[in-house]
Every structure is written in structure tokens, then in C-alpha cells.
């Protein structure tokens, strides 16, 4: 089984200011782990993606999150918002090995304040 | 490299009629997923397909919905009839098919589906 659990539906920042999502998530297997974005009128898309190599992981947009298997934790960062960073964003995992679905977070939309 | 398409974008339908969605997933794809967000709430797996098979329909809600994917490529997503809790955003995502770690997927821009 696995779930994720996303704090805070909303996330207000002012531009410039520090960006943290968190997300904290239960697997029962290793899991790999991903955060989606979702601009508005878009589709998802991948942000990054942890697959049990480096644990601090790098993404798109200045972006990064950083695997905490003690605190069971995927937090997304980013050190300066910009407003076009403003969007809705998913936590995800997906168990390791074979075809599995990913269960996603129930979402953090995030307003960045000029 | 086009990326996974669903048509249409938006669908306004009355209770009772009957929709269907269309997802065609990146070319060379064998995993095609189902997923539904029902407004608030999260996004919630439907059904997987590997090729033209069925892996995985666990999160299909009930039998007014039929899932295909005749000869592998396009899938197609059936609901009859619809209900008023039907009404969300339809996401298709389509992945390689090695089942490992770079078997990223990769959505599509979602099919709004209002039922009144």
C-alpha cells in the first residue's frame, strides 16, 4: 500500500521569497517518488523524480527535492519564487518494480505575491 | 516527439447520456494509465493498460465505465450513463514499459467532464 500526504492545500509566497511544498509519503516496498506541476488550463507535468539514486534530486525551473527516508519526506524547494511559478503542485509515488500506479498527493496550489 | 493527447478537451454532457473520451499516449508507448481528479480531491488511478491488455482496472468505480485500447495505440474511455459524480478532470498518462525507475509517466492535458 502507499499514499501520500501533501500539508497545506495552499501556499502563498511572496516573489523572491523561499518556496517549500511538503510532502510526506507511506510505501510498504521502496518507492520512487515525483512531483507534478500543473499550470493553469495545462496537463501535469514531471518536475523531477527520485529513483532511489541521489537523494537530493534536481528538476526543472530551479526546482529540487530532497528524499528523507528517516522522516519518510519529499519536501520541494526552490530558493527564490517567481510569479510564473504559480500553479498547482502534486506529490506522487510510485512503488519500485514492475507496472504500478501512482498515487498521487491531493495537491498544494501555490500564489506567489509580486 | 508529440506528446500523450486527449480529445476532447471539455465535455458538457446530461446526466444520463453517454461520453467518451479519447487518449492517444506517446508513440512506442506500451503503458497507457487512466486517471480521474474529481474536483478538491486528489488524482486517482483508474486503470492501466499494457498494450492492448488490461493490467491493472482496480480503481474503475463501477461498470458504466469501459476502458479499450483495441491494437495497442489510442485508448478509448467509455461512460454509460453518466452520473452527476462523474463530473471531473479525466487524465491519460502513457509510460516505455520497462516497469523500472525511468519508467517515468507522462500525462496528458486532461479531458474536463461536466455531467448536469
Known amino acids: 500500500a502507499q499514499s501520500v500526504t501533501q500539508l497545506g492545500s495552499h501556499v502563498s509566497v511572496s516573489e523572491g521569497a523561499l518556496v517549500l511544498l511538503r510532502c510526506n509519503y507511506s510505501s510498504s516496498v521502496p518507492p520512487y517518488l515525483f512531483w507534478y506541476v500543473q499550470y493553469p488550463n495545462q496537463g501535469l507535468q514531471l518536475l523531477l523524480k527520485?529513483?532511489?539514486?541521489?537523494?537530493l534530486v534536481k528538476g526543472i525551473n530551479g526546482f529540487e527535492a530532497e528524499f528523507k527516508k528517516s522522516e519518510t519526506s519529499f519536501h520541494l524547494t526552490k530558493p527564490s519564487a517567481h510569479m510564473s511559478d504559480a500553479a498547482e503542485y502534486f506529490c506522487a509515488v510510485r512503488s519500485s518494480g514492475g507496472y504500478q500506479k501512482v498515487t498521487f498527493g491531493t495537491g498544494t496550489k501555490l500564489q506567489v505575491i509580486p | 516527439e508529440a506528446g500523450v493527447t486527449q480529445f476532447p478537451s471539455h465535455s458538457v454532457i446530461e446526466k444520463g447520456q453517454t461520453v467518451t473520451l479519447r487518449c492517444d499516449p506517446i508513440?512506442?508507448?506500451?503503458?497507457l494509465y487512466w486517471y480521474r481528479r474529481v474536483m478538491g480531491k486528489e488524482i486517482k488511478f483508474l486503470l492501466h493498460f499494457v498494450k492492448e491488455s488490461k493490467q491493472d482496472e482496480s480503481g474503475m468505480p463501477n461498470n458504466r465505465f469501459l476502458a479499450e485500447r483495441t491494437g495497442g495505440t489510442y485508448s478509448t474511455l467509455k461512460v454509460q450513463p453518466a452520473e452527476l459524480e462523474d463530473s471531473g478532470v479525466y487524465f491519460c498518462a502513457s509510460s516505455p514499459g520497462t516497469g523500472g525507475a525511468t519508467d517515468t509517466q507522462y500525462f496528458g492535458p486532461g479531458t474536463r467532464l461536466t455531467v448536469l
Open positions: 527520485y529513483t532511489s539514486a541521489a537523494t
Open positions: 508513440s512506442g508507448h506500451d503503458n
